[in-house]
């Protein structure tokens, strides 16, 4: 017969449930107050008329100013190889229509491989606003635009969004003075039409483009846009020649264009002028049609395949099918950075208990192999959330790192918590199911216990990156999207690796000590990392919001552990456990709630070499020819710390970078930084530790994620001259 403390411990996984559910919503608010603060444009959005009194019945322009910061720029309606077009979604009054927006030419930008169609510097969009002719003069027209944009520089894009608001009165249609020089502008950069005639021509694999008309173009920049997508890829190369009353440009058709598409429209321009080209339609015989210098002004006739064309481009190529190696490496380092993440401190405990649970009832193989599933299924399904959220707020245009969730002092407040209850878990002073050898519930309800210690394992094990993670984090950011969420389960599933084989290899099982007396003073043993974990996090915590901020948690965390000793001394005495949990619950309200003050920004000391990161200190520092070591570091990362102990803090590291005359800029991540993200980002990394050392006149290197002293003294070596320069 089971005791009433038997019967309570049974009970309580349903009181561990509500208490994850309770930590998941705090994760997601935690990350809403972050994003919410974040998301300067890159490219400033504003809208103007050319009247502010149009008149009903005729057509006045709007214009839509984008202005990009400097070393960003936008996309053109077809943005090529990548990229996204600005879209517009028009609120409008009854009576009032708008029109398509009109782009100016694009520049052809290529980077990395991929060509994009882009506006380089500030553009001008076009629209024109149709006023029915029954709106009565003096109507109020209030217009409202919802739009949305990708803004990229050379290294990172990141989309953006703005609501503009105008409003007009329905009147005489009066030019606004102020207005017409930008209205004359943008007319003057939008593609001439009518002025050039286009045959189109398909011979196997290459489109021939004969364009008639008088266009005084550039030869050596003059390049054909389409304006849709599927006629040829963006990074197609063109032949351009002259001929006869006009240009031919021959370009390797897309793989997907149609044999005879609908129609073409497109841009032909230099880096000076541009001309608008566009077709009503495909012609099936063109030996039965009228010849092609008749047609009228700005259409194309696109011609089928016939005996007497010309040679096909010489140089044009077909797109490469997409490369999946970056997709593969990126999993096996994130697997294999997942397998590592069990050493540390705060995850081998809980892996130790697993695996001992399931020594523990390993005679059992359907158990084992549903504890195995289950474990492995919440360890996947924790680091795959984490995954989608970081993915997801990216793509609003949040600059946010892996670890994210760390850099509110809230979230490591939680974590304290957590840790300290499962330290005192294991030492014995209260029981709840979970990561523990009572086992009742492990063995009963086995699949719901692993799940849940997994998921515990995988939240509280990704504080930083280790080997083999920091790059493949950073790819994941890049990939498409199911191919990211993909490696961020490869990080769950390496995490679950070790206890996955232990479920499914018997053999395996055999090699684990048999169970005994002995695994209840191993319990107690393994409160000690978890006690070490839990005095870690705390002195994060003074690191993130200084004193003030680590008494109020220490009063917190006293709190919760007086609730847990009450639970501990009612169950002894068989009574009901849920009145001591009043005190946890209130020490997690008052945590998730509580606003915890931030410290006065970091300095570095004045007597020493070390300077705080900024891009523009570093571009600074590089262009004076000084050698530069950059730390990329936060409070809550533990290979950080172990880095700074055994090799950067050292005293013959710091005497040989003083000598020779190294600057050190340190990056700290701790309470999150965007100009620290996006300069990750721009590096392919969203993760930490990241190091780089920059020689006084050699390229940027990284270094390896684990650091030595007698390899940074080497470096600083390099830099004063003593060694020849060789990459690590």
Not at 140 to 153: E, Q, T
Request: glycine letters at 8%.
């Amino acid at each position: 017969m089971k005791t009433p403390a038997r019967t309570m411990i049974d009970r309580l996984p349903r009181l561990a449930i509500r208490f994850f559910a309770l930590f998941a919503a705090a994760l997601l608010g935690f990350i809403a107050g972050p994003i919410a603060a974040q998301g300067t444009a890159n490219i400033n959005a504003s809208v103007l008329a050319e009247s502010s009194s149009p008149k009903p019945g005729t057509t006045t322009r709007i214009a839509i100013r984008m202005v990009p910061r400097t070393g960003w720029h936008g996309y053109w309606v077809n943005p090529g190889d990548s990229g996204l077009s600005v879209e517009a979604n028009w609120t409008v009054p009854d009576g009032v229509t708008m029109g398509d927006l009109r782009h100016p030419a694009p520049t052809l930008l290529e980077l990395a491989g991929l060509a994009s169609y882009v506006h380089k510097g500030a553009f001008t969009l076009l629209t024109d606003l149709n006023l029915n002719d029954d709106v009565a003069p003096g109507t109020a027209i209030p217009l409202r635009v919802n739009l949305s944009w990708l803004a990229c520089s050379d290294t990172l894009c990141v989309p953006e969004r703005a609501t503009l608001d105008l409003l007009l009165t329905a009147g005489d249609g009066t030019t606004n003075a102020a207005a017409a020089p930008a209205f004359r502008a943008a007319k003057a950069a939008l593609p001439v039409e009518g002025r050039l005639k286009l045959v189109v021509w398909r011979q196997s694999g290459d489109w021939r483009f004969d364009i008639d008309g008088e266009a005084r173009l550039d030869a050596s920049s003059v390049r054909l846009f389409p304006a849709q997508d599927g006629w040829f890829a963006a990074s197609a190369p063109q032949t351009v020649v002259r001929r006869e009353g006009g240009w031919r440009v021959t370009v390797a058709a897309s793989d997907n264009a149609a044999p005879t598409p609908s129609d073409f429209r497109g841009v032909f321009a230099d880096s000076k002028r541009s001309f608008a080209l566009m077709a009503s339609g495909a012609r099936e015989n063109p030996r039965a049609e009228a010849p092609a210098q008749s047609a009228p002004a700005s259409t194309a006739a696109v011609l089928p395949d016939v005996a007497d064309k010309p040679t096909p481009a010489q140089g044009s190529k077909r797109a490469a099918p997409t490369d999946t190696r970056a997709f593969r490496i990126a999993l096996t380092g994130a697997i294999l950075g997942g397998l590592l993440l069990n050493l540390m401190p705060c995850v081998f405990p809980i892996l130790s208990l697993k695996a001992l649970s399931l020594a523990r009832s390993g005679a059992d193989r359907h158990t084992a192999k549903v504890e195995g599933l289950a474990y492995f299924a919440g360890s996947v399904a924790t680091t795959t959330a984490l995954g989608a959220i970081l993915v997801g707020a990216r793509a609003m245009g949040h600059d946010i790192g892996w670890s994210f969730q760390l850099q509110d002092p809230r979230m490591i407040l939680l974590l304290m918590l957590l840790s300290l209850a499962i330290a005192l878990n294991l030492a014995g002073l209260f029981e709840v199911s979970g990561p523990t050898l009572s086992g009742n519930w492990m063995t009963k309800k086995g699949g719901l216990g692993a799940f849940g210690t997994g998921a515990l394992a995988a939240l509280i094990a990704t504080p930083c990156s280790g080997p083999f993670m920091g790059v493949a984090l950073g790819a994941a950011l890049v990939l498409p999207v199911p191919a990211a969420l993909a490696v961020f389960a490869g990080l769950g599933l390496g995490m679950a690796l070790p206890f996955l084989l232990i479920a499914f290899v018997p053999r395996l099982q055999r090699w684990l000590p048999k169970p005994g007396a002995w695994m209840a003073t191993f319990r107690r043993i393994l409160a000690i990392p978890m006690l070490l974990t839990a005095i870690g996090l705390a002195w994060v915590l003074g690191r993130q919001s200084g004193v003030d901020g680590l008494a109020m948690g220490l009063l917190i965390a006293a709190l919760a552990a007086m609730g847990l000793w009450w639970v501990g001394l009612r169950q002894s005495g068989g009574r009901s456990a849920l009145v001591g949990l009043a005190p946890v619950m209130a020490a997690l309200l008052v945590a998730i709630a509580v606003e915890l003050p931030r410290p006065a920004a970091a300095t570095a000391p004045a007597d020493t070499g070390v300077q705080m990161f900024s891009e523009a200190r570093f571009a600074e520092l590089r262009a004076q020819g000084v050698p530069v070591f950059v730390d990329f570091t936060a409070d809550w990362c533990l290979v950080c710390q172990v880095n700074k102990r055994v090799a950067i803090d050292r005293a013959d590291t710091q005497a040989a970078f003083a000598k020779a005359g190294v600057t050190m800029l340190v990056a700290d991540w701790t309470r999150g930084d965007p100009e620290i993200t996006r300069f990750l980002a721009s590096r392919g990394r969203n993760s930490i530790p990241y190091y780089l050392y920059a020689p006084s006149k050699s390229p940027v290197r990284e270094l390896p994620q684990m650091l030595s002293s007698e390899m940074l003294i080497r470096l600083a070596n390099e830099s004063e001259g003593k060694t020849d320069d060789e990459h690590l």
